[in-house]
């Protein structure tokens, strides 16, 4: 039965690992769950403090990958409308696939910005923050699901 579930868990890790990339796919906590799941087993024993931090770190990565394109708006010089717009722009995007997830935020703070009655340039600086935001949040999960692989790699062995 551990063979089944150690699978399991490592198919957990690369979905998750997926998740990152491609949207509706939850990668970190995806992730998280191949800890679960492994922590099942006889093979693999990590401590209640260890899952209790990657709980928590999977929930704080989850709530700043909504956040993080709004703040990426707010530093290179948008406004409330554009940090409105990226946001909104964030949820609207989830419904276009990939693409949705990388230009809705983009679009939605530049939108956001020309309501405001800010110049193109300034508006086109506002989305490009909300852009970096987005791969920020990109790389921070890819990181976090990298973790967790070599952790689980690390109590097997």
Known sequence: MDIVLLILAFLCLIIGIIGCIVPGLPGTPIAYVGLLIAQATDRVDFSWQFLLIWGVIVVVISVLDYVVPAWGTKHYGGTKWGVWGST???FIGLFFGAIGVILGP???AILGELIAGKQLAEALKAGWGSF???LFGTILKLIACGLMT?????AIW
């Open 88 to 90: 909104i722009g964030v």
């Open 106 to 108: 983009l679009v939605g």
């Open 132 to 134: 970096i935001g987005i």
């Open 150 to 154: 070599v952790a689980l790699i690390q």
